[in-house]
């Protein structure tokens, strides 16, 4: 079966890059019918902080990436947390010290801190190495600090990518790593094989920064006996600036997208993308579709970099096939802030603006117009492909205002059929005369809604009285 993990460290909030591990561990299991698992690797306490597990836990519950397993099923169900399985460690680093795979190591800080090589690296000589048995045994019983590195033998080590391929590295290039901390506690590597092992994992997903560090996780597997897990190394993923994606870059949260509107099934969504390719040229998914067609093979080794509007697109793509009802909830506290007058139909504005955001706030700066007529230059009444200009829009308006100013009723089919009767009558298109009024009774370039549904929202007297507004603004001008 297959096993996949996601093992963040609570040093923070979950960013983009971690979503994506996290997404791409969950579509390998589910893909293939098997368990997706959540590990919280928490023995760096020096790096821990306060509310990151909670917030990592909040934001897979959010993003729909739900694990399958976890300590305490049937009562209280949880991730499995790494710091509360540290007897576990322990006898397979002593394990590994009796088959000769693996040292006590007495060194102290200072020792180790005058060590390099040649190139002036630092790099430990197994000093300790050479300590004969009973040396060990009584620097132990004397209650001298110690940690437990694993023995790096002689040669080369391979081991193969499922998307960079068969890597060679030259064990002369690795150091005898530290497994077990003075403190007790396991390092992050030695806790990961041995976690990875015990659970039955048999994919384990990551960053292609850790590519050079995999040859250590292979010795260990062989050293312990054990079998070598399949390896999917992600590319890289950068920011704007070039950088790789990380929190200590103040690169956004994924709680600060939420927070900005974005929704969790286009984050999702956007995250799938970032160094996966679909099997046609369709970029929006939601998360049941994309563990019905993911693949390992599809995944590009080539860095991948974070695009904010993109984003902000996917997302307007996922606004579009919210449930009307879903949208107006969501869009229902901009609408208000920014339309105050009592006479307005919320509901429609909402409808009217869905198709037109990216994030649901930007809805209010749609409509914010009704409530007030902003400030604009005449020259918004300009438009290349309509051939209109503010000549063209100051006959139109002088029209509407006299048309508008004689109907005894006021709706969109009057209006519509009104504007038809000016463009004839002054060998206008109807475009330019919607143009022209829209412009009037909006001062934007963009609004939700056509210049007829205008009308309708703001009333005849408003309208008329923008409309003359327009009309004085480019007499005064010209």
């Not at 959010?62 to 460690?89: A, H, M, N």
């Not at 060194?107 to 048995?133: P, T, W």
């Not at 229902?332 to 429609?348: F, N, R, S």
Request: aromatic share 8%.
């Amino acid at each position: 079966m297959i096993r996949t993990r996601y093992a963040p460290s609570p040093t923070g909030f979950m960013h983009i890059g971690n979503l994506r591990t996290a997404l791409y561990e969950y579509l390998i299991a589910k893909r293939g019918g098997g368990v997706f698992i959540l590990r919280i690797e928490d023995t760096d306490s020096e790096r821990f902080v306060e509310g990151a597990t909670d917030a990592i836990f909040e934001t897979m519950e959010l993003t729909g990436l739900k694990f399958d397993e976890g300590p305490g099923i049937g009562g209280d169900f949880g991730p499995y947390v790494q710091s509360e399985r540290k007897g576990s460690y322990l006898p397979h680093a002593k394990k590994l010290v009796e088959n000769g795979k693996a040292y006590y190591c007495f060194c102290d800080k200072e020792r180790l801190d005058g060590l390099a090589d040649e190139r002036g690296l630092k790099k430990y000589d197994r000093f300790c190495e050479k300590l004969n048995a009973e040396e060990i045994a009584a620097r132990l019983n004397s209650g001298e600090p110690y940690v437990i590195r694993q023995k790096i033998l002689d040669g080369k080590t391979t081991f193969h990518d499922e998307v960079f391929g068969d890597i060679t590295i030259d064990n002369r290039e690795m150091e005898d790593q530290i497994l077990i901390k003075s403190d007790g506690m396991p390092t992050y590597n030695f806790a990961n094989v041995i976690d990875d092992h015990s659970m039955k994992i048999s994919h384990v997903v990551r960053g292609s920064e850790y590519l050079t560090s995999t040859p250590k996780y292979k010795l260990l597997y062989e050293a312990l006996g054990w079998e070598v897990p399949v390896f999917v190394h992600l590319p890289l993923l950068q920011n704007a600036a070039g950088q790789k994606i990380s929190k200590r870059n103040g690169d956004a949260s994924i709680p600060q997208l939420l927070a900005e509107g974005f929704l969790p099934q286009a984050i999702i969504n956007y995250a799938a993308l970032l160094g996966w390719s679909p099997p046609d040229n369709r970029e929006i998914f939601s998360l049941t579709e994309l563990e019905q067609i993911f693949e390992p093979k599809n995944i590009s080794k080539s860095p991948s970099a974070f695009d904010i509007n993109k984003l902000r697109w996917v997302n307007g793509e996922h606004m579009k096939n919210l449930p009307s009802e879903v949208f107006y909830e969501m869009a229902l506290p901009y609408l208000k802030e920014a339309v105050k007058i009592t006479a307005v139909d919320y509901a429609a504005l909402a409808k009217m603006t869905q198709s037109r955001v990216t994030l649901v706030k930007d809805c209010a700066e749609l409509v914010d117009f009704i409530d007030e007529l902003p400030r604009y230059a005449i020259d918004l009444y300009m438009h290349k492909k309509m051939k209109t200009n503010p000549e063209v829009a100051a006959l139109a308006l002088e029209s509407a205002i006299k048309e508008f100013s004689a109907l005894t009723k006021w709706n969109h089919d009057v209006l519509s059929a009104t504007v038809t009767k000016i463009a004839e009558a002054n060998d206008l298109k109807n475009g330019q005369i919607l143009w022209s009024i829209r412009t009037a009774l909006s001062g934007k370039a963009t609004t939700p809604c056509g210049a007829t549904e205008i009308c309708e929202i703001l009333g005849k007297g408003e309208t008329l009285r923008r409309l003359g507004i327009g009309l004085q603004k480019i007499t005064i001008s010209s």
